[in-house]
């Protein structure tokens, strides 16, 4: 079974249009992140959820809209895309930061979002 | 998180042992020393990480200098499924924030 499950592995679509990436994580793991991959192959943290609260947001755009209906899923909604938004954008796992701040993240395989 | 540096890229033969070195000269004294891979087309993936002591699992180990400013990962025998980028990270286990912050990382190539 996969730990980090992301869909779509691909998605293109068209400026100005909304689109939702979704995640899911069987590991039990209490708090999820979504990071942003460039063209440029630089991974930033964008969001950090802990028990379904938001704990870190770094500087996104407002475009940018996490939801978790629970513990084991953190989808993200992109709002008006535009075409810097075009990279891929993994989403992450690991146990509660009250149980260890270097308990090990495990990543997702990613989705590739193209914007035209 | 204190920054470190890596080699952009290194090569290794097949089933030869692969240091990969990481300097982090700003390391404070509550930072752990995290290493995580990327394949192509896949998620990071976890390696190893310690704080003062060298470390051994399965996949690598992680010796860390006296002073903790640099520290080497270790393939012991390196196969085509370990190339991939290799990033060193430093986390503060005093912020209570778990991310990661990625630099550019050692692109590892293993030739057959």
């Known amino acids: 079974d996969t730990a980090v499950s992301q869909t779509p592995k691909y998605l293109v679509t068209q400026m100005g249009n909304d689109k939702s990436i979704k995640c899911e994580q069987n590991?039990?793991?209490?708090?999820m992140y979504w990071y942003k991959q460039d063209s440029k192959k630089f991974l930033k943290i964008m969001f950090s959820?802990?028990?379904?609260?938001?704990?870190i947001n770094e500087t996104v755009p407002n475009r940018f809209s996490p939801k978790s209906p629970d513990k084991a899923h953190l989808n993200l909604h992109i709002n008006s895309l535009e075409l810097g938004d075009s990279a891929v954008y993994f989403c992450?796992?690991?146990?509660?930061?009250?149980?260890?701040?270097?308990?090990?993240?495990?990543f997702g395989n990613g989705t590739r979002l193209t914007v035209t | 998180d204190a920054k470190t540096t890596q080699p952009n890229s290194m090569e290794s033969n097949e089933e030869e042992p692969v240091h990969l070195p990481c300097n982090h000269s700003t390391i404070s004294g509550t930072d752990y020393i995290h290493w995580y891979r990327q394949l192509p087309s896949q998620g990071p993936e976890y390696v190893i990480h310690?704080?003062?002591s060298n470390v051994n699992n399965r996949m690598a180990s992680l010796a860390i200098a006296e002073d903790r400013k640099s520290s080497t990962l270790i393939l012991h025998r390196a196969t085509l499924r370990d190339a991939a980028v290799y990033y060193c990270i430093l986390r503060d286990d005093q912020t209570g924030a778990n991310n990661l912050f990625f630099g550019t990382g050692t692109r590892l190539t293993v030739i057959p």
């Open positions: 590991l039990g793991h209490d708090t």
């Open positions: 992450a796992s690991s146990q509660s930061v009250g149980q260890g701040y270097n308990s090990p993240l495990h």
């Open positions: 310690g704080l003062t």
């Open positions: 959820y802990n028990n379904k609260e938001l704990i």
